[in-house]
């Protein structure tokens, strides 16, 4: 019994194991906030260039590339400090969730202003603002304040 438990032991760990044992024993709060800075990042570049298509008409189109670079300013110093990790990073990725949900609200009212609102939706789906977008930087933003919430290696 013994020598059988050494040899479970011994045996690496891989996969969703892997993942687990990194979360309880606090590896996993760092990449999660590299990766927050990262996808700040992209979406915000991405949002901008998809707002300036739309000349930024409603001046609200600016405050998620702003934020972008805010995120991942939280998110790089989530990496390199445990107080950023619980003070900067948590306020800026609500912020960033916040601002996701307003997104999404903002665009569903876009795509009823579009002729025949509602009623004509697939056409306005796909040819008004994209409704399910904010959602992509609401889930970045939920990637900081999970971060922010994990415990970290000693």
């Known amino acids: 019994m013994h020598l059988h438990h ?13 993942l687990v044992g990194d979360v309880k024993h606090g590896r996993f709060e760092r990449g999660l906030s590299a990766v927050t800075a990262a996808g700040a990042l992209v979406t915000a570049t991405e949002i901008y260039f998809e707002h300036d298509k739309a000349s930024f008409g409603n001046p609200w189109m600016w405050s998620p ?11 790089v110093a989530g990496v390199v400090s445990h107080r950023a ?6 306020i800026a990725s609500a912020a960033i969730v916040a601002n996701g949900l307003q997104g999404t609200y903002l ?3 876009g795509v009823a202003q579009k002729p ?3 009623g004509n939706w697939r056409y ?3 040819m008004g603002p994209p409704l399910l977008a904010p959602l992509l930087v609401t889930l970045v933003g939920g990637m900081g304040l999970l ?8």
């Open 107 to 109: 665009h569903a009212r």
């Open 6 to 18: 050494a040899r479970s032991a011994s045996v690496a760990t891989h996969g969703i194991d892997r």
């Open 65 to 75: 590339v702003v934020l972008g670079p805010i995120g991942a300013a939280a998110g």
């Open 116 to 118: 025949g609102g509602w």
């Open 85 to 90: 990790a619980k003070t900067a990073l948590p």
């Open 124 to 126: 306005n789906v796909e």
């Open 147 to 154: 971060a922010a919430v994990l415990r970290r290696e000693a």
